[in-house]
């Protein structure tokens, strides 16, 4: 059993993770930059130690401070939540030389998954169905006009170390082909600090579903059931729910194999996430995997009563999965819906700001993940996500139902959120009626 766990993160994740350790007996110790002296994380951890200024490359992405703190505190493990380095597979590395255990995948995994363009090769070695395109990353203009002329437009230009939907351009043509090549690149540059690209067939009005995973370090590796993540702006996810609208039994079991057979083609251990494609005939295309866990899996914690954060805390600590795949089952039907401070009428600019007075909603079978309180200044430095409103309810109508009362209570002065523009999606008559697909939002007019 660990004895001191240090989460290397902030917000809501922060909390939910010192929550776990709290449950399971286990001390924790939160990490903070100068903006955040006054965040809950800091409050309810057991120790907390500043590591820097308000930038993220100075705080939150400096390895030095972090192993610096472990030191100080005595934490013999690191948890990274999601986002800065929880895929960072240099300072897992890190952690290793200094005897700190890694609660998460290892870093050859991380490094065979992380890169977009190695994964692809890994999964269709292991006979996962993928997207047809490049072999790999593409050097130069002339190889990916070829490409592109063996696939036919339109496709995606992807940056192979990309994620969060950066460095990810639609080209249509060729003649847009070396303008959107230079526009991923750039972005990717400054996103990854990596211009690598890769190409891959656009299909089109797919569904965007992932696959939960659990695996242990004995070989044990099952699969949760999926999430359905296609209510997305600019390809950054609004609203997730399970089941997936489109989902049957047989492709549930076929899509759950397939992200087993991922992961243990690369000797994934601990919690994972394989992301598909699904297009208007169910067929499904492996996308990526993250090496982490995920924003939005309190879904899956919810429909199958699966604590991911504690079983990740077990595997870490060499525990064998308590459960096999027959043992997983699935109730009722879940929605996450994440709020953000920002401003739908103008361009979802970021809204920071002090919260005057906030009023959670409640209830039953709702859950609300935040570290936001009433006085709480929001800073500008970093992601604008405050909360995730997660229901729970019989089927896919009632959950529905259930959230538009949720969001309805969700009281906030101060700032700007996007809590009217959730309340408009949910009575969406597409949304209501599960047909919809990746691009929905983006030719949705909801301000």
């Not at 992405?61 to 013999?76: F, K, M, P, Q, Y």
């Not at 995948?105 to 190695?118: C, I, L, Q, R, T």
């Not at 242990?216 to 099952?222: A, L, Q, S």
């Not at 795949?325 to 994440?338: A, L, M, N």
Request: aromatic share 6%; with cysteine; proline share 4%.
């Amino acid at each position: 059993m660990f004895n001191k766990i240090l989460i290397a993160n902030r917000g809501e994740i922060a909390i939910r993770i010192i929550r776990a350790c709290r449950e399971l007996g286990i001390k924790t110790v939160a990490i903070y930059s100068t903006a955040d002296k006054n965040a809950l994380h800091t409050y309810i951890a057991d120790e907390a130690v500043c590591i820097g200024p308000p930038q993220s490359k100075n705080s939150y992405l400096n390895t030095r401070a972090i192993l610096s703190a472990c030191e100080i505190t005595g934490a013999d493990a690191i948890h990274p939540g999601f986002g800065f380095l929880s895929e960072n597979s240099a300072f897992v590395r890190l952690c290793d030389k200094c005897g700190i255990k890694w609660i998460g995948p290892g870093a050859e995994a991380m490094d065979a998954m992380g890169d977009k363009a190695n994964a692809k090769k890994t999964v269709i070695r292991a006979g996962v169905p993928v997207v047809p395109g490049s072999d790999g990353i593409v050097t130069s203009l002339e190889e990916a006009r070829a490409v592109c002329m063996e696939i036919g437009y339109p496709v995606m230009i992807k940056a192979s170390a990309g994620g969060g939907g950066r460095g990810i351009r639609l080209v249509n043509s060729e003649e847009e082909l070396e303008a959107q090549i230079a526009a991923a690149k750039q972005e990717a540059r400054t996103s990854f600090t990596n211009d690598d690209i890769y190409i891959e067939k656009f299909i089109v009005n797919p569904r965007h579903v992932e696959i939960q995973l659990l695996a242990d370090n004995y070989g044990n590796t099952i699969h949760l059931g999926e999430r359905d993540c296609s209510c997305q702006r600019r390809n950054q996810k609004v609203l997730e729910e399970s089941p997936s609208p489109i989902m049957t039994p047989e492709l549930r079991k076929k899509m759950g194999e397939a992200a087993v057979r991922a992961a243990k083609a690369c000797g994934y251990r601990n919690a994972g996430t394989v992301e598909f494609l699904v297009d208007k005939d169910r067929n499904f295309y492996f996308m990526e995997m993250n090496a982490r866990i995920q924003v939005e899996h309190p879904v899956t914690e919810l429909i199958t009563g699966i604590d991911l954060i504690k079983s990740q805390i077990k595997i870490a600590e060499g525990e064998k999965l308590e459960l096999r795949q027959e043992d997983v089952s699935f109730d009722g039907h879940v929605i996450e819906c994440r709020i953000n401070a920002e401003d739908p009428k103008n361009d979802f600019r970021p809204c920071p700001g002090k919260i005057e007075s906030l009023h959670m909603p409640g209830g039953f079978n709702v859950r609300i993940d935040t570290a936001v309180f009433q006085g709480y200044e929001i800073p500008p430095y970093y992601d604008s996500m405050i909360a995730k409103v997660i229901v729970k309810g019989k089927d896919r109508t009632e959950a529905i139902q259930k959230m538009k009362v949720a969001l309805s209570e969700f009281l906030l002065d101060g700032i700007i959120t996007n809590v009217d523009f959730q309340l408009k999606l949910l009575r969406d008559e597409e949304f209501e009626s599960g047909d919809f697909d990746i691009g929905f939002l983006n030719r949705k007019q909801f301000v």
